[in-house]
């Protein structure tokens, strides 16, 4: 329920962000014809890509949609393709740590540094880190055990 609310979410998030990215891009290229170019189109085209793009890091990462070549990993034993599997998941653990905790750093030094031709404090271009690290960090670590899961224990799971 909660996770099906946050998928929800977050693809109504990310048709706004596209929706608006594409209002912001339209209006720089119309301003730029009409001689009379917007300041803060490229700008505030920046913030909207990073805020898109970590909103599709977390719906492929609850999807399980990141490109994997599993090449190798298919050619394993099944004791041998579990513990890969598994380090796989733990090191998208320790990814999205990693992420979610710097990211926390970034906010805070660029808080009181406004950006160029907007209004914001260019730490909002670091805001959707923290939550697709956390994210990432979470659904790493409930996947960790799914290889060993008895319902999944015969066969190698297609993600």
Same mark, same amino acid.
Not at 28 to 43: K, Q, Y
Not at 124 to 135: M, S
């Given at each position: 329920?909660?996770?099906?609310?946050?998928?929800?979410?977050?693809?109504?998030?990310?048709?706004?962000?596209?929706?608006?990215?594409?209002?912001?891009?339209?209006?720089?290229?119309?301003?730029?014809?009409?001689?009379?170019?917007?300041?803060?189109?490229?700008?505030?085209?920046?913030? /909207?890509? $990073?805020? +898109? &793009?970590?909103? !599709?890091?977390?719906? =492929?990462?609850?999807?399980?949609?990141?490109?994997?070549?599993?090449?190798?990993?298919?050619?394993?034993?099944?004791?041998?393709?579990?513990?890969?599997?598994?380090?796989?998941?733990?090191?998208?653990?320790?990814?999205?740590?990693?992420?979610?905790?710097?990211?926390?750093?970034?906010?805070?030094?660029?808080?009181?540094?406004?950006?160029?031709?907007?209004?914001?404090?260019?730490?909002? /271009?670091? $805001?959707? +880190? &923290?939550?697709? !690290?956390?994210?990432? =960090?979470?659904?790493?670590?409930?996947?960790?055990?799914?290889?060993?899961?008895?319902?999944?224990?015969?066969?190698?799971?297609?993600?």
């Amino acid at each position: 329920m909660i996770l099906t609310l946050l998928d929800r979410t977050l693809a109504a998030l990310a048709g706004l962000l596209t929706v608006a990215l594409l209002g912001v891009v339209t209006a720089g290229i119309v301003s730029r014809g009409l001689n009379a170019p917007f300041a803060w189109t490229d700008e505030l085209s920046g913030f /909207l890509m $990073v805020w +898109l &793009a970590c909103c !599709g890091w977390m719906m =492929a990462t609850r999807r399980n949609a990141h490109i994997r070549i599993r090449i190798l990993q298919d050619r394993l034993p099944q004791p041998a393709w579990r513990a890969t599997e598994a380090a796989i998941q733990a090191a998208m653990v320790v990814l999205g740590a990693v992420v979610a905790w710097k990211s926390l750093h970034l906010i805070d030094v660029n808080s009181d540094v406004e950006a160029v031709t907007l209004p914001l404090a260019t730490a909002w /271009l670091y $805001v959707p +880190l &923290a939550p697709a !690290g956390l994210l990432t =960090a979470l659904h790493g670590l409930s996947e960790l055990a799914r290889p060993y899961r008895p319902e999944d224990a015969n066969e190698k799971i297609v993600t």
